[in-house]
Structure formats: C-alpha cells, structure tokens
C-alpha cells in the first residue's frame, strides 16, 4: 500500500486577481492535515461572489536557492469543497484535499508545504474553464489558471476529451489584428482580403475538437449510428454531421427557427449542452475562429509560430505541419494512450495528437473541418457594417442545390494541400451535408453573467 503524506503545515497565503470595480480578495488561508490523513484549507473570501482557484506549494531547493514549487494540478485530484469554482458569500469557506489518494509517497516536513489561494472577479474569471458534461452535476464548472493546475493532467486525462470539456479563455477584447492573408502562396485573392478586425470581447474556445466521446455524453448513443470504422473512437473527433444537425433537433433540414440569431432547437447537441450547463455555447464566428487559430502569430506561420515551407511552389510533404493532413499520418503523434485508441493512417487522428498553437488549442490545422457560425460570402469585405464578428454572419449567403453555405476552417485529414489548412483559407459547405471529413468546436463567452 502506497505511504501518503504524513505532515503538511500550517501556512497562510492569498492573492487576488484584479479586476474592475470591487476586488474579491481571501484571507486568513489556513492549512491542517486531519487524522484522517486529510488535508483541509479554509479561507476568508471578501467582495465575492468570486471564481476562486487553489494550489498546494512545498518549500524545495532550485539551484541551491530555497523556492516554493507548485506539486502540480495532476497531484490535487482528490478534492472537494470551494475550490477552483464561483464561490459565493463572505465568509470562510473550506477546501479538503486527500492526498492519500492523488499524491502517495510523499512525506513533507513541518512548515514544507502552503496553499495558495486566489480569488477572480467574475468578469476576470481564469484562463481554463473545465464544463462536466454528465446529465447531472454537483460541480458543472471548475476553473484553473494553466494547463498544469488540471487534475491529472491535460493529455494524460481522457476524461477531458470525453466526459468533460476544458475551454480556453482566449484574450481578444479590443487587439487589433488583420483577417485573410496578403502575400501567403497558395491564397485564394478572391475570398481571402485582408480587412482590419478588433472583437469586442474575450471568449472561451475549446482547446479540443468535440469528441465522439462528448458527443455521446451529450446526446446519447447517435455516434455509433453515425461513424463507421476505422473512425469510431472515443477520442477522436466528432463528423459525419451537418450544420444543421449541431442546431436542429434532427430532421437536418435547415430549419430557419433554429439558426443565428435564433438560438439552437432545445434538443440539438447545442441546445442541450446550453440547457445542461447554463453556459451560451456556440459554433465560433469566422473571424472568432480565425483569431484564434493564428494565436498571436502573423502571415506565413502556422498557430504554433512555426513558419510554413515552400518546396518548388509547393507545400513540403516532409514538413511536420502542427496537424492531420495527408501526407504526414504515419508521423509520430504526442498521444501517449492506450492501444485501444492507436490511430491508423487514412482517417482523422486522436483530438491532441498534434501539438498545440501558441494558444493551447489543438488541431486547429488539419484533422476535420471546422464548422462556423457565419454565413459564407466570397468576400466579406464588401459587406461592411453588416458583419457581426461576434456571432456569425447574417447576411444573405450563396447557395447550392437550394442550401444555404456555412463557412468551414482548418482543413482536414485527407487534405493534399497543406493551403487549405491556413488559417487564412475560407471554404464552404451547405449546412445539411454530413461527411467524414467536417467536425466543429464549440465556444461561449467570457465572464460570469
């Protein structure tokens, strides 16, 4: 039986995240390890309600000088009480860890170890939000600073592909950036015009395409209808849908009813994760997407700053582009699963194979399509005030047999030129077609209502 950790001290420390108006701040952070091998912190919240993250620090020497360090969000798995969630009323609160459970071996001396207790103003909440989504829920939405405070590790934890979903929070309130592409080879003038673009809020972007896994917690058992091998894996992305079935309650006909700036059908993928989570989740805009996709990097460069690789006019095949395409599906991958998720050549890879873009999202070249809110219009330029880069075009669109276009992003896994996986690039799809090579990703606000 594995030993746990059998002295954790008292230590006090706080910390606020500053916002506008009124700081919720802690205090009076205090930590105790129970006879039952608990450890339990309790606090003082102020100005709340507030988002309040927790981290567990011991006292450890880096390069002969004493710090404190983190012991890592994969080692705080097993917690309960008000941490890392809204928090409501001013007074104290409690916070019990079991590390007997998620951090054994672990014997730290008298005065080795604090908590860190951090409060956020509702409308600052922090950059990774984490939705569970099972039918019901004790605790719907956690919250965390980074990527190494999730509880057993972001790749190394299925469940954030399949029973949950983490959101990144991606930092676009009033950054002025240029949408399309001036000089990139293998750009499409005629849709892809440079236009100067600021979005007027931050939002939450999923740092993973939506799973079959998520899919099937959401609405039930529709993916083994839908997928054929050797695509049907939990951890792989969700396709063979259309548009309208992400929107619709299923009769995939475009429905008017059901389309922005309507919201979804109660009972589409959509409507129930709203419904479930109290969450505004949607398709991302365009330019939403976009934004994203580039993550801070400029023309000629993949989302990960990596630039791109011209072999005589054409996109190198031996150039290790950050996604599924074509040519590179034998490549090594990040995932380190198990066999029973191994990806085979000629079909859409495990979500997170891939490394990830300077923003912390996954696939965002390559793998499967990703829908859009909007509308497709070949230039977007000439519609001036009608675009609203929030939520999606709503001017008239093209069409084809009868269908209304929807823009797709990313390109896809069996995409022969690594063109059509610029972020830059602009396809389209009539919102009732499914096939394999189209999935999405979902998004929502920022900030607490």
Known sequence: MNKPATALAICLCASAAMADAVVPTVSGVHLEQKRSRAVVITYTLANGPAVVTFDIQTNCTVNGQQTWTSIGGRNIDCYSGDGNRLVTGDTEHRIEWHPDKSWPDHTIPAGGARAVVTAWAPDNTPDYMVVD??????????????????????LDNEAYRTTLLVMRRIHAKNVPWTMGSYFEEGRTASTE?????????????????????????????????????????????????????????????????????????????????????????????????????????????????????????????????????????????????????????????????????????????????????????????????????????????????????????GGNWNQGNTALLRAADRQNEPSTVRCPYDGFRVMCRAGLK
């Open 193 to 409: 015009t440079t236009h100067h673009v600021m979005l007027t809020n931050d939002y939450y972007m999923g740092v993973f395409e939506i799973t079959q896994g998520q899919w099937a917690m959401v609405k039930g058992t529709e993916v083994s209808a839908q997928i054929s091998n050797p695509f049907k894996r939990l951890l792989r992305p969700m396709e063979n849908i259309s548009t309208a079935m992400m929107r619709e309650s299923g009769s995939n006909t475009q429905n008017s009813n059901a389309w922005y700036p309507n919201p979804p059908d109660g009972d589409s993928f959509l409507g129930v994760l709203r419904e479930r989570t109290q969450l505004d989740f949607d398709l991302p805009s365009e330019a939403q997407w976009e934004f994203a996709a580039r993550a801070g990097n400029g023309e000629d460069r993949w989302g990960d700053g990596s630039p791109y690789k011209l072999l005589n006019g054409t996109y190198s095949a031996d150039y290790p582009v950050p996604g599924r395409w074509k040519q590179n599906q034998a490549s090594p991958t990040t995932y380190t699963g198990g066999n029973s998720e191994a990806t085979p050549e000629n079909c859409t890879a495990v979500c997170g194979s891939y490394p990830p873009n300077s923003f912390g999202l996954y696939d965002m070249h390559g793998n499967v399509y990703e829908i859009c809110l909007d509308w497709y219009k070949a230039d977007i330029t000439a519609l001036g005030g009608a675009v609203n880069y929030e939520s999606g075009e709503t001017a008239s669109s093209g069409t084809y047999a009868g269908k209304r276009l929807i823009v797709r992003k």
């Open 133 to 154: 989504l099972a039918e019901t829920s004790a605790n719907r939405v956690r919250y965390y600073a980074s990527t190494n405070d999730l509880p057993g590790g972001l």
